[in-house]
């Protein structure tokens, strides 16, 4: 179905729309857009909407850095069109509301460098010249707070009951605490064509999880994540609540992960990890690939000041390139399974990334070892420890300037994407570095 009929079945279907909120993701994993009455869709469809080029490429509070402004400081308009299978209602809103997703488009029709769809779809092309098919499925944490707390204050059960302090890993009982809240957004999931696989209780004070299906639309993986951000997000607040997705938000507590499920399937259909004749070698070979690329592309796992701050190994938060079967402390885990779904868990991202980039460097760093032959390394078991040597880059700066010389995020990515990429987070650790915190006047105003 064309992207005009599917709009105008959306329309028969609805005919008491009232409002479209048109999506654009941006490097942050943030969405941006506007809102448009609902009888602009159908010129949508045709003509697409313009917005702003520095749009893809804003820094995380929305503003444009000034080394950007140097260089795009006009700020001329693209056109962006509509994401096939994107238009969903939005079942929030008061008024009747649906959003569509859209992309960044040069003015020949081609897809913007900078857009993170873009991005992506460049490392699928490897992929798909070689006859190969990603599957991916995502999983976000997430706490929630006190509306307007800071710090944040984690959320008490509207059944009164008293809040349980500490780990509630799995907790029945806390999770119930929380069940409509749960259930509104398992409905708004279902509503948006998202399809949810798990809710559990996680292992922090307010803590929870929320797993997506796998699937080989990977696009449309990193678009869906996206979208559920956005329910939970937007349901939380309908109750009250604040949902971040924060990589750190608190200082004694667990941080919030984002974990990324791939398994690769050939042109017959079957996944080439699991073949009897060489699967574990193949499984190893994509391995080593990522082990080689992760400390360059730690950038767009760990993107902000922030997301370092997560990386805390007594809190399952992986600070060394190391894999092995089903050990949790792991950067890649092998969790049980059998040859159709065997696959590797990417455990490094925190949930405040861009799905799209994080997903393109998982899968670049894949490819890599699979035309390269990578050696991993050596496994570790179950219950092996880790020795904390080789770790990954530790600060924001250093992660940048390892991006900065990776050749093959380069290669995969692009350098006009990768540079871009690096001017502006760039400009954000400067300004993180110029800041006088809290912690500063603490430690030093009186005694100094």
Known sequence: MSVDEEISSFLEQHPDLEIVEVLIADMNGIFRGKQMPASGLKKLAKNGVPFPITVPFLTTNGASADSILEEYGSDPDRICMPVPGS?????????????VMVTMQNSDGTPFFMDPRAVLGRVLDKFKQDGLRPVVALEYEFFLFEAGSIPPVPVSPPNGMSAASGANCYNMDVFSDFETLMREIEDACTAQGLDVIGLVCEYGNGQFEVNLQHTDDVERACDDAL????????????HGLLASFMAKPLFDEVGNGLH???????????????????????????????????PGATAFFAPNANSFRRFD?????????????NNRRLSVRLPLSNAKNRRFEHRVCGADVCPHLVVAAILAGAHYGLTHESDPGPELGEFDAVEFDNVLPPRWRIALDRLDVSKVMRSYLGDDFVDLYLLVRRAEEEECHRQVSQWDYEQYLRVI
Do not use: C, Y
Not at 87 to 99: H, I, N, S
Not at 269 to 275: L, R, S, T, V, Y
Not at 313 to 325: K, L, Q, R, T
């Open 313 to 325: 190994p007594e809190w399952f938060a992986p600070v060394v390139p190391n894999w092995g079967e």
């Open 227 to 238: 979208a559920l951000k956005r329910v939970v997000k937007s349901v939380a607040l309908k």
């Open 87 to 99: 238009l969903k209602l939005v079942p929030w809103t008061e008024r009747k509301t649906a959003q």
């Open 260 to 294: 990324a499920h791939v398994s690769i399937l050939d042109k017959d259909d079957m996944n080439i990890f699991g073949k009897e004749d060489g699967g574990e070698t193949t499984l190893q070979n994509a391995i080593g690939g990522l082990i080689k690329t992760m």
